[in-house]
């Protein structure tokens, strides 16, 4: 039976305490449901590009964005990774608001299976490998470690789900999670795509904490910033059988803590203070003009004007707040000006 070791440290501590904090401010924001949609899929894309990075994708954030965009037909395998996790992501999120996911075994299996579909063979793809594996330092190729036998695999991943099931309100949730993020990463149950099926999960049991937050950020951006401590933290050196009654998930749980502070302090920083006072409050006509840049792309003061009564000086007024509130830019000038939604 899994009983993972750790302690519960005062930093620890003072990090779940700061998350709850950060979490409160941000639920107790409101936001328009244009400007939601938009951080959502800015969240997205940041975390499609920085979880497929962490494992050696070569492509810019840039990149990233314009195959999301377009969705090219004749693509690379780089690409498809993209495109696979960005279409499993939003398939999540979509399964989450509507209450419909719970963590098991065949989830998992399922997201494993989207995000390798056609860079896997069939056999792979959505299976629990069946062969034994070795985790190598991608420069040196030395042998870093050795995960279980393929044939303790699935009971491994079975008494995991049962620890998070049967623990959900006994453990805090954020331990809860950074637990099951280093344990399933330790057991290493596929051939390919288990960082990327990890984060997915995790995300899955960050959600489940009834936090409406965690669809708005990437905690999977922090890991990126320094792939080497992620893989440090999060994994293991040596044989699994050797190791197993030694592991401690202590540092671990306060670098992931550390790690959901620094993506929500940078999530916080991005949200305009919009309906916090009567300066920042938006009113029905701006709702008008982002939900017609949401629809067409971009808007004009000609569009605005048939929208809207408002004159034209009070229609320079209105598009300047919301270029101040973070919400829009402006382009082109004179005549030519329009205004779209501000890339987060």
Not at 94 to 116: N, P, S
Request: aromatic letters at 10%.
């Amino acid at each position: 039976m899994f009983c993972p070791n750790h302690t519960i440290t005062n930093n620890l501590l003072a990090n779940i305490k700061r998350i709850s904090n950060l979490i409160i401010q941000l639920n107790n924001q409101r936001f328009p449901h244009v400007v939601l949609v938009e951080f959502e899929k800015a969240a997205r894309v940041v975390s499609t590009y920085a979880s497929t990075s962490i494992e050696g994708n070569p492509l810019p954030l840039i990149e990233v964005k314009k195959i999301l965009k377009s969705k090219p037909v004749h693509i690379r395998d780089s690409e498809k990774e993209v495109l696979n996790y960005n279409q499993a992501l939003c398939d999540l999120n979509k399964k989450l608001k509507e209450g419909k996911v719970k963590l098991t075994l065949e989830l998992i299996l399922k997201i494993q299976k989207q995000i390798t579909e056609g860079l896997l063979p069939k056999f792979e793809s959505g299976k629990l490998r069946e062969k034994p594996i070795i985790v190598n330092d991608p420069r040196s190729r030395k042998v870093l470690y050795l995960p279980p036998d393929a044939k303790d695999v699935k009971m491994l991943m079975e008494d995991l789900i049962e620890f998070i099931k049967n623990n959900k309100n006994v453990i805090d949730s954020l331990i809860l999670a950074g637990i099951f993020h280093k344990q399933m990463v330790i057991i290493h149950p596929f051939m390919d795509g288990n960082g990327r099926t990890t984060r997915l999960a995790t995300k899955v049991l960050l959600a489940e904490m009834g936090l409406n937050t965690f669809n708005l950020f990437s905690f999977e951006n922090y890991y990126n910033k320094n792939v080497a401590k992620y893989f440090q933290t999060v994994g293991e050196y040596g044989n699994y059988y050797e190791l197993v009654d030694k592991i401690d998930f202590t540092s671990w749980l306060e670098y992931f803590t550390e790690g959901i502070i620094d993506e929500l302090l940078r999530v916080q920083k991005l949200f305009p203070e919009v309906g916090i006072n009567p300066e920042t409050q938006l009113q029905p006509y701006h709702l008008k003009i982002l939900e017609f840049i949401k629809d067409k792309g971009f808007i004009t003061n000609r569009d605005y004007a048939k929208l809207a009564d408002r004159a034209k000086a009070t229609r320079a007024l209105d598009f300047k707040k919301l270029i101040e509130l973070g919400l829009i830019a402006r382009k082109g000038k004179g005549k030519a000006t329009y205004y779209v939604l501000k890339e987060k």
